[in-house]
């Protein structure tokens, strides 16, 4: 996505931004639309390169891991 460079955060900002312990929405598609779940998230800096945003979704959230597939029509 292009962001102009006026409104381009610094690595000092989004590692600050990071840190922070937040939510965010989890969106995901389904037969009736868009769904959107608000989950915590917390960062781990030891992850890979550039580090990772880790939830949990518990089972019974409609977007969790028991969500039922749809298949195409």
């Known amino acids: 996505m292009y962001t102009p460079a006026h409104f381009e955060a610094g690595p000092d900002a989004i590692q600050e931004l990071l840190t922070r ?9 389904t037969s009736g ?3 959107a779940t608000l989950l915590p998230f917390a960062y781990d800096p030891s992850v ?3 580090g990772a945003l880790q939830t949990h979704v518990a089972r ?5 891991p028991n969500r039922p597939s749809e ?3």
Do not use: M
């Open 21 to 29: 312990p937040s939510a965010a929405n989890l969106v995901t598609t």
């Open 33 to 35: 639309g868009l769904l």
């Open 48 to 50: 890979g390169e550039h």
């Open 60 to 64: 019974n959230n409609p977007s969790g």
């Open 71 to 73: 298949s195409p029509s």
